[in-house]
């Protein structure tokens, strides 16, 4: 099969706005593979740190992303998928806030992004694929058939961080976490290689003030899977 034939649902969108949970909740329902492609940039940024590569080395990172050996595997509803690096859950190693402030950094390497673009097409195989990220619609998939930008208020997303990390067991600011978050998006938005936007042909979808569910059949709707 021609891999244009294979439907994609591209969900892009900002850290926090939900599109990880919503993105295998699509894929559950509808039975397609997932790529979260923010974790690729969160296994670079790992697996560099493991091998004593330092964020300015970027043939060093390249080394590192064009051989990442990964995969997702699908968990029970509300929980994040479960990625394997080399074999080894490394799910709980990469979304600690440090992995995830190197990775925002590594994905802003021009590089670095060009080492994984085709790992993530790679993952477009059939019956479908529901891909989240940053870049998916405008960049990854850019004749995705349904390109949905789930976004929602910074206040609202550093509140429902803060939740996660205290049902954790990890104490930390609210404030910290909205002022990195605030950091997060200008750093995104504003970086030169694929910032992060809607694509023009992409429908957003507000979360603030939504329930996981609500947000689940907006975006089912959007799919044209209501």
């Not at 021609?2 to 509808?30: E, H, Y």
């Not at 910290?176 to 992409?202: K, T, V």
Request: glycine content about 8%; some cysteine.
């Amino acid at each position: 099969m021609n891999p244009q034939d294979i439907p994609v649902i591209a969900i892009d969108g900002p850290s926090g706005s939900g599109k990880g949970t919503i993105t295998q909740m699509v894929a559950r329902r509808l039975g397609y593979h997932l790529l979260d492609s923010g974790a690729l940039y969160r296994l670079t940024a790992l697996a560099a740190q493991r091998q004593g590569i330092g964020i300015a080395d970027i043939d060093g990172l390249v080394r590192v992303a064009g051989k990442l050996d990964v995969a997702f595997l699908p968990t029970p509803p509300g929980e994040p998928a479960r990625v394997l690096m080399g074999g080894d859950d490394v799910t709980a190693d990469i979304r600690t806030e440090t992995c995830g402030e190197n990775a925002s950094r590594v994905a802003a390497i021009q590089a670095v992004r060009d080492a994984l673009l085709q790992r993530q097409r790679d993952f477009r195989q059939a019956p479908g694929l529901v891909a989240d990220g940053r870049d998916m619609g405008t960049v990854i998939f850019p004749d995705a058939p349904v390109k949905i930008f789930l976004t929602a208020s910074a206040e609202e997303r550093a509140e429902r961080r803060y939740r996660q990390l205290l049902d954790a067991g990890v104490d930390v600011s609210i404030d910290a976490l909205l002022e990195e978050i605030r950091a997060r998006d200008d750093r995104d938005m504003n970086r030169a290689s694929a910032p992060l936007r809607p694509a023009d042909d992409a429908q957003v979808i507000d979360s603030t003030g939504l329930s996981i569910e609500e947000v689940l059949e907006k975006v089912m709707a959007a799919a044209g899977q209501a």
